[in-house]
């Protein structure tokens, strides 16, 4: 081996000893081995449980970790190319996060322990060199690109699972107020003639209606933005909505528990959240592109998703009182509960998923600040030139843990409440072995219309016919549907209910999809 230091740095597995290559495998492989293991007795665990939605976004955490994976292996292999693409050195001065007289205050010897340099470096920049050229990326800042991708996706997961984690102990303090309502209910069950209700004196009117006119759209979208920083749900928010998604979708079940169906749906939605799009890649790629000197493109970009996030409370809080303002306006006094009446209309475009899709980008880019920060403070130090001014950094961080909080304890229990007001239900409205029930049915279904077809049996299924009558299932049609189908089909009372209906294809993907709204 030889002397120097630099020389000793690039020693080659040839004249490294067998204890040292030996030993950092044993704790490579080991550190591996445990969290894969760590993984997969995870996903027993969640098997075991019956948590279906949570391991399918564990299978998703799974993927992402191949993915990174994949990246690894592609830089690595492709280094050796990448480093000996030579261009002049005119090019190289234009669009740098840096200036070049900051790159002259900071230049130093090559550091030490968390900056490595692999064997083609020294060779790269002088085949580069003997061209009168330089390298377009060097090594060492190929493996700083590659650590950082790899921070920003575990970051991005890290923050994901705590913000499902905390908005969902939140959500589940609502457990009570279901209790509260299903005492209530049974109690009342023995009642008479429902009581008058005066729909201004309803507590959910008095907390959400702020009267007609013009004024009154400016005082709601007002109210509706300060109400998501202080009790965003109340008991009475809950129990209104509550009984307006029954009345519509499940109106044979009043016993439907409907808190239980809204953690299943959140856990549902969890696995994309917890996701990397490609999308989410190309903003990366973009901001990347954009990070110039005195630009300060990282400390605005930060206002993104907070813009974002408060635009998205703001528009769930103002959907709930839409609902209130529709019953306000049309009656005076009411028989029985106040019901509200649940639409896609009050979302923007007519989609609740864009509201998931939002809060996806959100947290996906709070995470990349926070990640890109810590990246920079590890990597470059705090002094570095990327870091800029404190008065840009203090901002950030603030900004990035308002974000976590917010959509924790805010935005995601909104959310988790508020899109269950679309026209259709979700399919975690049944239980996992329903829902295979219903596939099942279905897919019968298909395969008897298929084979009537080949046979050119295709008659006329009018009148007598099977009706999808989800109330009360009272017959089988040659077994299509086994129990699973028909206990779906009783819970749902009121849900798909056709007329006089031919069980259609239609009909037979809108169960597949659990995607009816009640009846036609």
Known sequence: MSGGGGAEEETTLEFTPTWVVAAVCTVIVAISLAVERLLHFTGKYLKKKNQKPLYEALQKVKEELMLLGFISLLLTV??????????????????????????????????????????SGGDSIGYCAAKNKVPLLSVEALHHLH??????????????????????????????????????????????????????????????FVGLGKRSIILGWLHSFFKQFYGSVT??????????FIMTHCRG????????????????????????????????????????NGWHTYFWIAFIPFVLLLAVGTKLEHVIMQLAHEVAEKHVAIEGELVVQPSDEHFWFGRPQIVLFLIHFILFQNAFEIAFFFWILVQYGFDSCIMGHIKFIIPRLVIGVIIQVLCSYSTLPLYAI???????????????????????????????????????GAASTDGSSTGVQMGGLGHKESGSTDGASVRALQLMGGVGRKESGSTDGASVRALQQTGGDGSK
């Open 78 to 119: 492709s280094q050796s190319r990448i480093t000996k693409i030579c261009v002049s050195e005119d090019i190289m001065r234009h669009l740098l996060p840096c200036s070049l007289s900051d790159e002259a205050a900071h230049a130093a010897p090559e550091t030490n322990s968390h900056h490595r340099r692999l064997l």
């Open 147 to 208: 650590i950082f991708i790899f921070v920003l996706a575990i970051v991005h997961v890290t923050f994901s699972l705590l913000t499902i984690v905390f908005g969902g102990a939140k959500i589940r303090q609502w457990k009570h107020w279901e209790d509260a309502i299903a005492k209530r209910n049974y109690e009342n069950e023995n009642v008479g003639k429902p009581s008058v209700t005066h729909v201004h004196q309803h507590d959910f009117i008095k907390n959400r």
């Open 235 to 244: 008991k009475s928010d809950y129990t209104a909505l509550r009984l307006g």
């Open 253 to 292: 079940n009043p016993k439907f528990n409907f808190h239980k169906y809204m953690i299943r749906a959140l856990e549902d939605d969890f696995k994309i959240v917890v996701g990397i799009s490609w999308y989410l890649w190309v903003f990366v790629v973009i901001f990347l592109l954009l990070n110039i």
């Open 418 to 456: 508020v899109t269950q007001m679309g026209t259709h239900f979700k399919r975690s409205i049944f239980d996992e072995h329903i829902q295979a029930g219903l596939v099942g049915w279905a897919q019968k279904v298909k395969q008897r219309k298929g084979l009537k077809a080949a046979f050119g």
